[in-house]
């Protein structure tokens, strides 16, 4: 195995743990700018599972003992933090997270009823994705928008003043959008719901 | 002549990117000489989109809720045919709503491009820096802020300056200057929205503190939730050390200070100045015990002082004008103004800036609009989980720490979310317990399992389960909780059900021993009848029905079968004939 394939801090091992096998490419690869960023400045354990999850869309365990052994952390302790913060996920997500907030406002202006809609239309309840791994469904605390509640985010997108309607109708206009670029869902269903 | 496009994370919302390229389109198009341009938010979310239309004399039009077609009508009839353009414009109504309030925090928010730093100076931006480092010492800088009487406006309320003068005094050459932007309070926005409208306000605010202290490095922690307060953050900052208002020798005093984000990652409980500090250090969010205080051992067990966004955007403001005119503002113990984030079943939602002093009524009922519908008012949460609800008997409250907490809820950073009888007060506190159960950090048995015991409780009262004695249970966690935690979480976290019992215990007797929801909130206590009288059997009911409850030939009364019944409410909803009856 070669030095230049995936040496970061350290040479991988036949049984060095990191999920490489010893024997073949790095497959966590493209943290590794980020490591060379972060890795040794003290305290940056969220910023490098943040700019992880940007990349691998979730924290599997392998790449949290990659991490785990490229910044001399205890995995135990690299899980601890990612389980304690919301933000991180340990499944794949669909093509669109759906996130929908469940602040004061929204509630009070009838978050229940968007949530009904949502589950209702994709057959799925929160924390689930569905077979076509497009969709994935996430309860989320206050997004700040309470004053065009209830509200709901899809991936970087708003959307405010929610009805039972209204939700069906983005959700269905999503589903068309992708069905016409079937390039663009990469995710099999297989892979998301293994 | 320019365009100006509200682009906070409301106007986005409501569709201010399709507008803006709606406007650049027709321009084009035209090949008009007007720019387009954008700013944050102005704070009458419930307008979004709104478009400034400015002269080059200065003058300003404003219109709202904007669509994509009335960009065509905006430039076709008032710009190019001069034309009045009267239905689209803000209302005098609307505008009034604006007048009333004293902008301090916000009062470049909608004005000003948040992405320039050129329109930030424009308004004197900076200058209050610049006199803080040239001219004044350290000791002059906090008996400023000493005699604007400025308190944290997180939520506690604790005197800034005091923290400042503890950090300074606290030994050592390195020394940490920090912002907590983790918003997590369900249902406030101030400080994304400052975060999106005036970001070099912050970035002033904390200069001007930094000074103060005696620190070298600034970390501002946002909530990861706030993408575009994050990205509006970083090219301020970007744009400020191009500007040499943050590194080295600035404004050629050997000052240095720089600044940083850290984005968080989804933990209320961060609120918390230990646990912030915990999670800035990569840890878990944890709170530890005080003393010793952040001020003596915080960042890297380093002096490091910690306030709030609202609290860094009043400071510039206080320099400029004189720690004594903010003093002049609000009552005797609470200075200065307050943002509010008002929303719920309030007409007029969105942020509004008022002088302390004014009363509950003055805000959601002359700022705010009334009621939506015009239902009646039932009662107003403030501070979030950690606060409580307000019943309408006590709207005549000043807006004033000690006022506010006398009500068993507490000013918190400035939620503000109405309720109408619609609202049930027992599925309120059991939303909040909810929250504060997920977000307990677990470190104190009573916060971790005492909250969870109270959920379940609150659950089964609100799906008509609830036993006798089950208030007296949950009175007795509370207190026990209250004194059982080491945190400002936990030992606030019972407040939404102690104000609760203490303000509609009649609502909770309902459920318990009547099964009974009078706001018809919670549905397993509800019962769907059709009335005979009213129903023509016209089938609407019965086609919707998703389990088939409902029986009944074409134009004959209809009935529901309680047995089958979900509750889910469908049939309310598609009858037009005000026929099925909710009880």
């Given at each position: 195995?070669?030095?230049?394939?995936?040496?970061?801090?350290?040479?991988?091992?036949?049984?060095?743990?990191?999920?490489?096998?010893?024997?073949?490419?790095?497959p966590f690869?493209?943290?590794?700018?980020?490591?060379?960023?972060?890795?040794?400045?003290?305290?940056?354990?969220?910023?490098?599972?943040?700019?992880a999850q940007e990349l691998y869309g979730f924290l599997s365990v392998e790449l949290m003992?990659?991490?785990?052994?490229?910044?001399?952390?205890?995995?135990?302790?690299?899980?601890?933090?990612a389980?304690?913060?919301?933000q991180f996920r340990f499944k794949p997500v669909g093509k669109y997270l759906i996130m929908?907030?469940?602040?004061?406002?929204?509630?009070?202006?009838?978050?229940?009823?968007?949530?009904?809609?949502?589950?209702?239309?994709?057959?799925i309840?929160?924390g689930e994705t569905t077979p076509d791994g497009l969709f994935t469904l996430n309860?989320?605390?206050?997004?700040?928008?309470?004053?065009?509640?209830?509200?709901?985010?899809?991936n970087?997108?708003?959307?405010?003043?929610?009805?039972?309607?209204?939700?069906?109708?983005?959700?269905?206009?999503?589903?068309?959008?992708?069905?016409?670029?079937?390039?663009d869902s990469e995710i099999s269903a297989q892979e998301v719901n293994a | 002549?320019?365009?100006?496009?509200?682009?906070?994370?409301?106007?986005?919302?409501?569709?201010?990117?399709?507008?803006?390229?709606?406007?650049?389109?027709?321009?084009?198009?035209?090949?008009?000489?007007?720019?387009?341009?954008?700013?944050?938010?102005?704070?009458?979310?419930?307008?979004?989109?709104?478009?400034?239309?400015?002269?080059?004399?200065?003058?300003?039009?404003?219109?709202?809720?904007?669509?994509?077609?009335?960009?065509?009508?905006?430039?076709?009839?008032?710009?190019?045919?001069?034309?009045?353009?009267?239905?689209?414009?803000?209302?005098?109504?609307?505008?009034?709503?604006?007048?009333?309030?004293?902008?301090?925090?916000?009062?470049?928010?909608?004005?000003?491009?948040?992405?320039?730093?050129?329109?930030?100076?424009?308004?004197?931006?900076?200058?209050?820096?610049?006199?803080?480092?040239?001219?004044?010492?350290?000791?002059?800088?906090?008996?400023?802020?000493?005699?604007?009487?400025?308190?944290?406006?997180?939520?506690?309320?604790?005197?800034?300056?005091?923290?400042?003068?503890?950090?300074?005094?606290?030994?050592?050459?390195?020394?940490?200057?920090?912002?907590?932007?983790?918003?997590?309070?369900?249902?406030?926005?101030?400080?994304?929205?400052?975060?999106?409208?005036?970001?070099?306000?912050?970035?002033?605010?904390?200069?001007?503190?930094?000074?103060?202290?005696?620190?070298?490095?600034?970390?501002?922690?946002?909530?990861?939730?706030?993408?575009?307060?994050?990205?509006?953050?970083?090219?301020?900052?970007?744009?400020?050390?191009?500007?040499?208002?943050?590194?080295?020798?600035?404004?050629?005093?050997?000052?240095?200070?720089?600044?940083?984000?850290?984005?968080?990652?989804?933990?209320?409980?961060?609120?918390?100045?230990?646990?912030?500090?915990?999670?800035?250090?990569?840890?878990?969010?944890?709170?530890?015990?005080?003393?010793?205080?952040?001020?003596?051992?915080?960042?890297?067990?380093?002096?490091?002082?910690?306030?709030?966004?609202?609290?860094?955007?009043?400071?510039?403001?206080?320099?400029?004008?004189?720690?004594?005119?903010?003093?002049?503002?609000?009552?005797?113990?609470?200075?200065?103004?307050?943002?509010?984030?008002?929303?719920?079943?309030?007409?007029?939602?969105?942020?509004?800036?008022?002088?302390?002093?004014?009363?509950?009524?003055?805000?959601?009922?002359?700022?705010?609009?009334?009621?939506?519908?015009?239902?009646?008012?039932?009662?107003?949460?403030?501070?979030?989980?950690?606060?409580?609800?307000?019943?309408?008997?006590?709207?005549?409250?000043?807006?004033?720490?000690?006022?506010?907490?006398?009500?068993?809820?507490?000013?918190?950073?400035?939620?503000?979310?109405?309720?109408?009888?619609?609202?049930?007060?027992?599925?309120?506190?059991?939303?909040?317990?909810?929250?504060?159960?997920?977000?307990?950090?677990?470190?104190?048995?009573?916060?971790?399992?005492?909250?969870?015991?109270?959920?379940?409780?609150?659950?089964?009262?609100?799906?008509?389960?609830?036993?006798?004695?089950?208030?007296?249970?949950?009175?007795?966690?509370?207190?026990?909780?209250?004194?059982?935690?080491?945190?400002?979480?936990?030992?606030?976290?019972?407040?939404?059900?102690?104000?609760?019992?203490?303000?509609?215990?009649?609502?909770?007797?309902?459920?318990?021993?009547?099964?009974?929801?009078?706001?018809?909130?919670?549905?397993?206590?509800?019962?769907?009848?059709?009335?005979?009288?009213?129903?023509?059997?016209?089938?609407?009911?019965?086609?919707?029905?998703?389990?088939?409850?409902?029986?009944?030939?074409?134009?004959?009364?209809?009935?529901?079968?309680?047995?089958?019944?979900?509750?889910?409410?469908?049939?309310?909803?598609?009858?037009?004939?005000?026929?099925?009856?909710?009880?």
């Open positions: 195995m070669s030095q230049e394939i995936h040496d970061h801090h350290h040479a991988h091992e036949p049984d060095c743990g990191c999920g490489c096998h010893g024997d073949q490419p790095n690869e493209e943290l590794s700018p980020v490591l060379d960023r972060y890795a040794d400045i003290p305290g940056s354990l969220i910023t490098i599972l943040q700019k003992r990659y991490i785990a052994l490229e910044t001399h952390t205890a995995i135990a302790k690299v899980y601890g933090v389980t304690f913060y919301t929908l907030c469940q602040g004061t406002a929204c509630h009070v202006n009838g978050s229940k009823q968007v949530e009904e809609a949502v589950m209702d239309y994709l057959d309840t929160e309860n989320v605390a206050c997004l700040g928008c309470c004053s065009l509640s209830p509200v709901m985010m899809i970087d997108d708003t959307y405010g003043q929610l009805t039972r309607d209204k939700v069906t109708h983005i959700l269905a206009e999503l589903k068309e959008k992708a069905g016409q670029d079937p390039m | 002549m320019k365009v100006i496009i509200g682009s906070g994370s409301c106007g986005i919302a409501a569709g201010a990117h399709k507008v803006q390229t709606a406007f650049e389109a027709i321009i084009a198009e035209k090949g008009l000489a007007l720019s387009v341009e954008q700013t944050g938010c102005i704070g009458t979310c419930y307008l979004e989109p709104i478009v400034d239309v400015v002269d080059d004399a200065g003058n300003k039009v404003t219109f709202v809720n904007v669509t994509t077609d009335d960009a065509r009508r905006i430039i076709d009839d008032y710009v190019i045919a001069q034309q009045e353009l009267a239905d689209l414009r803000i209302s005098q109504d609307d505008l009034t709503m604006i007048g009333k309030q004293q902008r301090i925090v916000l009062r470049n928010s909608g004005i000003i491009d948040p992405e320039q730093i050129d329109d930030y100076l424009a308004v004197d931006g900076y200058a209050a820096a610049r006199k803080c480092l040239t001219e004044m010492t350290p000791e002059a800088i906090i008996e400023t802020v000493k005699i604007a009487g400025l308190k944290g406006r997180g939520g506690a309320g604790f005197p800034t300056w005091f923290k400042w003068d503890a950090a300074k005094k606290s030994p050592g050459t390195t020394k940490y200057m920090v912002c907590n932007a983790d918003e997590g309070d369900p249902g406030a926005f101030m400080d994304r929205s400052v975060l999106e409208s005036d970001p070099h306000a912050l970035i002033e605010g904390m200069l001007i503190g930094a000074r103060a202290i005696g620190a070298n490095e600034g970390i501002v922690y946002v909530r990861a939730e706030y993408p575009l307060a994050i990205v509006r953050l970083q090219k301020a900052i970007d744009q400020a050390r191009e500007k040499g208002y943050l590194g080295n020798d600035i404004f050629g005093t050997g000052f240095a200070f720089d600044l940083r984000i850290k984005a968080g990652a989804g933990a209320f409980v961060c609120g918390e100045e230990t646990a912030l500090i915990a999670s800035l250090e990569g840890e878990r969010g944890m709170p530890r015990l005080k003393p010793p205080f952040p001020a003596q051992k915080g960042y890297w067990n380093k002096p490091t002082n910690i306030n709030n966004v609202e609290t860094f955007a009043n400071v510039p403001w206080i320099f400029r004008n004189g720690g004594a005119a903010y003093a002049a503002l609000g009552t005797k113990e609470s200075k200065g103004t307050k943002v509010f984030a008002l929303t719920g079943k309030v007409k007029k939602g969105g942020l509004v800036e008022i002088p302390m002093g004014l009363t509950l009524k003055d805000v959601i009922f002359d700022i705010g609009g009334g009621i939506k519908q015009d239902k009646a008012f039932k009662a107003v949460q403030m501070g979030g989980p950690s606060g409580g609800c307000i019943p309408a008997s006590l709207l005549d409250t000043q807006i004033d720490y000690a006022e506010i907490t006398k009500t068993g809820a507490i000013m918190g950073s400035g939620g503000m979310v109405v309720m109408d009888e619609t609202t049930c007060m027992v599925d309120m506190a059991r939303f909040f317990l909810d929250f504060t159960c997920k977000e307990s950090c677990g470190k104190c048995t009573y916060c971790r399992v005492g909250t969870t015991r109270m959920l379940e409780i609150l659950n089964r009262i609100t799906q008509g389960e609830g036993r006798d004695g089950d208030i007296e249970l949950l009175e007795e966690l509370c207190y026990k909780i209250k004194d059982g935690s080491l945190c400002g979480l936990g030992q606030t976290a019972p407040n939404p059900v102690l104000t609760t019992i203490k303000y509609f215990r009649n609502e909770y007797e309902d459920h318990i021993y009547h099964h009974k929801c009078t706001a018809r909130s919670c549905k397993p206590l509800l019962t769907y009848t059709i009335d005979k009288d009213k129903c023509v059997g016209c089938g609407a009911c019965k086609k919707n029905c998703p389990v088939a409850a409902i029986t009944g030939e074409k134009k004959l009364v209809h009935e529901i079968n309680q047995d089958i019944c979900i509750k889910c409410g469908k049939c309310f909803t598609v009858c037009k004939f005000d026929s099925v009856i909710i009880d």
